[in-house]
């Protein structure tokens, strides 16, 4: 059983900060049914929109489990970059949520998954793909997907492999399912200028889940 009292060296030193603090102890106590289905995609795992958790969402929504990643996950994940950056913990994290993109980062790196940048910005600006082709990657079987984060709306959803068939779906806590062929994801990513990263097993050491 967890011991409310028993600090971890994160929270050990953020407990002068209220908005952590606050948000500790809330995200502990709260019980949430979350959904698991989808509005127009009944019969594959959906985790719909509560408060401000796009990003735990996400990560949930590529997983199709909501058992390897936690809001305690997420919470110390976001502790430790405050911790490694010198910045306020309520940058990675509020009382509703909204963890940071690092955030998420380091909760996956915990569990040992790796997170590349499927793009690079050369310094004229010009930015190109380097993770290879899409359909290379939906037979790698260490590739989960790619998390998403839209800088325009502060939004993160996911692209994750669809199961029926042998093509891409994106899943947005807030809109549901949607099939994506390779091409106009590549478009999207590119031409909307997301924030995207491929997650994969890091050296087959993580459970896959």
Not at 74 to 80: G, S
Not at 123 to 129: C, D, E, Q
């Amino acid at each position: 059983m967890w011991n409310p009292y028993a600090w971890s060296q994160e929270e050990k030193y953020h407990l002068d900060d209220p908005i952590y603090n606050h948000y500790r102890l809330r995200s502990r106590e709260e019980k949430y049914n979350y959904n698991t289905y989808s509005r127009n995609r009944p019969i594959d795992f959906f985790e719909s929109q509560i408060a401000a958790k796009c990003a735990l969402h996400s990560i949930h929504n590529l997983f199709r489990s909501n058992k390897i990643i936690t809001t305690r996950d997420m919470n110390e994940a976001a502790a430790l970059c405050a911790k490694e950056s010198g910045d306020s913990i309520s940058n990675h994290l509020t009382s509703s949520g909204n963890w940071s993109l690092e955030s998420m980062r380091h909760a996956l790196k915990a569990k040992k998954y790796k997170t590349d940048p499927v793009v690079s910005t050369d310094r004229n600006g010009v930015t190109t793909w380097t993770s290879g082709d899409l359909n290379t990657i939906w037979d790698d079987q260490n590739a989960k997907g790619f998390i998403i984060h839209d800088p325009d709306i502060n939004h993160f959803s996911v692209a994750r492999k669809n199961l029926n068939k042998y093509s891409w779906e994106i899943v947005d806590s807030m809109k549901g399912i949607e099939n994506i062929n390779s091409q106009k994801f590549y478009q999207n990513t590119m031409d909307r200028k997301w924030n995207t990263f491929l997650v994969s097993v890091d050296d087959g050491n993580a459970n896959t889940p």
